[in-house]
């Protein structure tokens, strides 16, 4: 049974395209939808814009920066999995507080 032309330009297209789509935007920046690349596979959601500070025992407070974290972590932003990593990335904090998105709270490390 041979394959025909056709069959393959579509199976090409159908698979080949999006999984490599897919492979350059986790490796850049997660899996995040971007109007960039509108044809590549997006898993998640968009999620309003997020920020995150930090309070440390003494009650000094400072902007933490989720992009230190690696891409797909910080694209999967669903309850406590974000602040939890950056609990464990600064030990010195006692609570993290989420601003902004669809789910803002207060989460003790």
Not at 5 to 12: D, E, G, K, R, T
Request: hydrophobic share 40%; net charge positive.
């Amino acid at each position: 049974m041979r394959v025909r032309p056709v069959v393959l330009a579509v199976a090409v297209l159908q698979l080949a395209l999006p999984i490599s789509m897919l492979v350059d935007r986790w490796a850049d920046e997660g899996s995040r939808p971007v109007s960039e690349r509108p044809a590549s596979w997006q898993m998640y959601s968009a999620e309003p814009p997020v920020s995150y500070t930090g309070t440390d025992a003494a009650g000094r407070t400072r902007q933490l920066d989720a992009r230190q974290l690696p891409p797909v972590l910080r694209a999967v932003d669903t309850g406590r999995f974000l602040p939890d990593r950056l609990c464990a990335r600064h030990p010195d904090l006692v609570r993290v507080e989420r601003e902004g998105g669809t789910q803002p709270g207060i989460f003790a490390c």
